[in-house]
Structures are given as C-alpha cells and as structure tokens.
C-alpha cells in the first residue's frame, strides 16, 4: 500500500521546552498518495509535532526533509511556500474578510501561487470542492462552525500542498457534520493527496487513514495500518491504562 | 483595470486640481490654513497605509519629519540644490524606516507604540546634543520659496502618496498587510514573509513623511529640535487618522479637514486652554466614533440597504 516514494521524513526530531521533551526521538516517513494518522492520548506531542513539520516550531534536534530536502531550519512562510499547508486545532479564519477573500490567501501566497481572475477562479473551485462556493461573497462572521472548518480547509487546499496537515479538522462536530466531515476528507484521500491527520475520532481514523503512528509521552510507541495499532496492548495501555490491556 | 476604477481615479485627479486652485483666492490665511490641511492630510494618510491594515500604531512621525527637516535645513546651508534634499531625505526616512522595522516590527501591541514614541525622542536628543556640541541653537533655512510653492508641492507629493496607496491596495503587497493585520499566524503558514511586508510598507510611510518635513522647512525659516521633532505631531497624525478612519485610502483626508479647523478655532478663540479642549476633543471622538468617519458613513450605507431590503 505505501509503495509510492517518500514526500516528508523525520528524523529524530526531538522538541524539549526546558525540561520537558514533548517530541522525544521522532522518526517516521509519509509517502505520497498515503493518509498518515498521527494518534494518542491528550498531551502526547501530536500537535507539537505537527507544529515542527509546519515550522510554527523549531525541533530542538533531529532533521525534517520534503523530498529529501531539509526544511527543519526554515521558517513557517518558507515551508509554506515549498508546500506543507496546515489547519489550525482552534480554527483561524481572517475576521475581516468574505469567505472568497479568506480561501484567496491560500491561491495568492500559497505553494503555487496565482493572481487576480485566475486566484478568484482558483478560491472558488475550492469552495465548490468543500461544498461552500454558495457563500462565497458571505462574511466569516456569519457562518457555522463546520462551515468555518469547511472555510480553513478551502484556504489551504487553495495553496495546492504536497502534504496537508489536519490538526482535529473533526473535533467539535455534532454527528451529521462529523459524517459529512469523514466524507470530505475521503474526497480529499480519493483526489491522491497525501495527508497527515492528529485526531481523536476512531471512526474517522478507521476509515481514512492508511497508516498510524501513535504517540505517548512524546515517543512513538507503535505505527502501522489502524487495526494493528488499535490492537496493540501497548497502545490500548496508554489510551486506557494497566488493568485493560 | 475597471470603470470603477477609472471614475475614482479621474474623481480624485479633479479634486487634487480643484485643491490646487486654493492659492487662486489670494486668501493668506485661507493659504495657510490650507498648507497646514495638506500637510496633516499627507502624514495622517501615508500613516494610515503602515497601520491601517496592520494595526501597528506607530508614533515615530515625527522622527522622519524632523530627520527630513533637518536634511533640508543642513543641506540648504552647504549650499545644496533645495530639489536635491527632498529624494536624500526620502532615503533617509526609508532607511530609518527599515533600521527601525528590522529592530522592532517583532513587537507587539503597546510594545511597538512604546518604542516609535522613544526613537522619536532619541532622535530629538541626539540632535539637540549634536547641536550644543557645535554651538548653535537651531538652523535658518533660507530660501525664496514661497507658502504657494510649499501648498503646491504638499498637493502635489498628495497626488503620489494616493496613487501609491491606491497601487498597494491592489497589489499582493496590499492583501498580504490586510491578512497580517487579520491573523499574523494565518499569514505566516500561508507563506506571507510577515517581516518584510511590514518593514516595505514602513519604509513608504517614514520616507513620505520625510519628505514632508522636507517640504515644510522653508516655511519654518528657522528651525530647532523642539520644533521640528515635536511628540504633538506624531500624536495629532494619529488622531486625525483615526477620526477619519483607516480602513479607506480616503479616510484620514475626511478627519484631518475638520480636526484641523477645530484645532484652529480652539487655538484661537481660547490660546491657554488648547490642550485641555484638545484632549476633551479627543475622548469625544474616541467614545463616539470608534471607527472614525469611515465606519461612521459605512455602518450608515449599511442601515440604509438593510431599510431598503425589508421595505
């Protein structure tokens, strides 16, 4: 199934905040077409992983290469512009501007990079790809909260990423926006994207991710397809605790 | 480029050549009044082009005034084409500009304000020390220009700084400024280089201001540090600006006209107590139009189309 070459690799990446390593010793590869899930309890260095990869942080040691090219030192605008696009857990829409407006940011600064009728044009297929391109003229501030979601995804899909990653893009839905969330992505997945997903939804893990790499404590502590590491006593040790695994 | 785009354009060229026409009434203090209006309008809007979208209020103006004061004033007394000083001193403001942004555009909030404050005053103690080392006071700036010319030029450097503004806006520059005074992570992840974008548009803003300073030096005649890098320029640009409002290109024009004339009668009729109503004048505006004119006159066209939809 991973057969298609390598886009991102980690090496070692390590974060420490004084003394606490939150990203202990990374290694993993993500492979073009692939949906990564990087999955694990609250508190175990997903989302500060994720940071490292998009350069909102700088790993502390170890190395992370897009096509075998390090990026790790560069900065966020930098790994932006060589494709690694993100979503935010808490999402950020720009307050000010319509929905249009908002997935244009995406077209102009993005990976590749349009202006003028051709970035409108873009930001609108986009929109449509998201199910949003009704609201196109429509200000942020009125919208719901899956469609904020929908709005930050349109905005980074519009940059055209190598890698796209999901930080919680499905946390907080209720359960008829949480099934139409799992179909997008699988649109997405469908569309040969490579993706990398830190979620909480083992529905959504099941059937979209192709790999998982689960975290505890900073460290790896399992990856491979969702039913080996959702099985894997270990795993289950760190999600429940000692007396069920 | 659209009809739209050309009627504001050719609207704009007609009420800069009306404007021009103002010396034409042969009215002293109308032309006084009218330099002090063009003067204000050209800081408070190249002002508004830095913070309008980035929401960084900067209270250096007067450090790049002063700097292009003083330029002119120096360069006159070696002998120096008048013309020539206005592009050194646009370079200098611009450099200053990049010198100050490189050191200070990491800051944030209060931070930034409390900094441009400082600079502002460092430069003026700097020169004033410079000054007592070689013995003089101040420095005559003698030329035959006339406040017709200086009323001209300041119309003139007007029609620049719009055009300028009006290229920014729609340009990536424009809506890179725009994103980063919505959300600076947004932009950053976007693949915004947030640093250079802001120091760019400083640099704009400190060499126009420069130039104006420049440009308002043979009216001074003589000049001296606590004249030429007063604190009470910087705060009135950003009062006038903010009056106006910082989200239109137009919108500082539309609070410097009447805040100039307010600021005239105040000094006027009541000289000992200008600051006092100057400060009441201040909490007025704050407390009553917090987003100046411009949201004032947009909230009301809002009203209006909502009135008309229901209707």
């Not at chain 1, 993100?86 to 249009?100: D, E, I, Y």
Request: glycine residues 10%; charged residues 15%.
């Amino acid at each position: 199934m991973t057969t298609g070459p390598t886009v991102l690799s980690l090496r070692g990446a390590t974060k420490r905040f004084g003394g606490l390593v939150a990203v202990n010793d990374m290694d993993f590869d993500v492979t073009e077409h692939e949906v990564l899930g990087l999955i694990g309890p609250n508190g175990s260095g997903k989302s500060t992983t994720l940071n490292l990869i998009s350069g909102a942080l700088k790993p502390t040691e170890g190395t992370i290469s897009l096509r075998g090219t390090p990026i790790s030192h560069l900065s966020a605008a930098d790994i932006a512009r060589r494709g690694i696009a993100r979503t935010f857990q808490l999402v950020r829409l720009l307050p000010s501007m319509t929905v249009l407006e908002n997935v244009r940011a995406g077209a102009v600064f993005g990976h590749r990079r349009r202006w003028g009728a051709e970035a409108d044009a873009h930001a609108l297929r986009m929109l449509a790809l998201v199910g949003l391109d009704r609201r196109a003229n429509a200000h942020v501030g009125e919208l719901t909260y899956i469609d904020t979601k929908r709005v930050e995804l349109a905005r980074v899909l519009a940059s055209e990423p190598k890698v796209l990653l999901l930080d919680e893009w499905l946390a907080g839905l209720n359960p008829t926006e949480l099934e139409e969330g799992i179909t997008l992505i699988k649109r997405l997945r469908d569309e040969g994207r490579t993706i990398i997903l830190v979620e909480h939804v083992m529905d959504a893990i099941r059937s979209l991710c192709d790999r998982c790499v689960v975290m505890s404590t900073g460290l790896k502590i399992a990856e491979g397809t969702p039913e080996q590491v959702l099985s894997d006593p270990e795993v289950i040790r760190a999600y429940l605790g000692d007396d069920d695994a | 480029m659209t009809k739209r785009d050309w009627q504001s354009l050719t609207l704009s060229a007609v009420l800069l050549a009306v404007a021009a026409c103002l010396p034409l009434t042969g009215d002293a203090y109308m032309l006084s009044i009218g330099i002090t209006i063009a003067m204000y309008a050209v800081l408070a809007t190249s002002w508004a082009l830095f913070s309008g979208p980035t929401h960084y209020i900067s209270l250096a103006t007067a450090a790049f005034f002063g700097l292009g004061t003083y330029t002119t004033a120096i360069g006159i007394e070696n002998g120096m084409n008048y013309w020539l000083t206005l592009p050194i001193a646009a370079i200098l403001g611009a450099v200053l500009a990049a010198l100050v942004g490189f050191a200070t555009l990491r800051l944030s909030g209060v931070y930034f304000v409390i900094f441009t404050l400082g600079l502002a005053e460092l430069v003026r103690q700097v020169v004033t020390w410079g000054q007592n080392v070689s013995g003089q006071k101040g420095l005559y700036v003698l030329t035959d220009i006339t406040e017709v010319h200086i009323y001209w030029q300041l119309v003139a450097l007007a029609g620049i700084v719009y055009l300028t503004g009006w290229a920014i806006g729609r340009s990536r520059l424009g809506f890179a400024l725009r994103i980063i005074g919505d959300d600076e992570e947004v932009a950053r992840h976007s693949g915004i280089n947030t640093s250079r974008a802001k120091i760019l548009l400083f640099m704009v803003s400190g060499a126009t201001a420069a130039v104006v300073g420049s440009m308002l030096a043979p009216r001074y005649i003589y000049i001296e540090p606590a004249l030429a890098f007063s604190p009470m320029l910087s705060f009135l640009v950003v009062i006038m600006a903010l009056l106006g409002g910082t989200g239109r290109l137009w919108g500082p024009l539309v609070g410097v006209i009447p805040f100039t004339l307010l600021f005239e009668t105040i000094s006027a009729s009541f000289p000992n107590q200008t600051t006092l109503l100057l400060g009441l004048s201040f909490l007025v505006i704050v407390y009553l139009l917090p987003r100046g004119f411009v949201g004032l006159i947009e909230s009301g066209k809002r009203r209006l189309r909502d009135r008309e939809a229901f209707a």
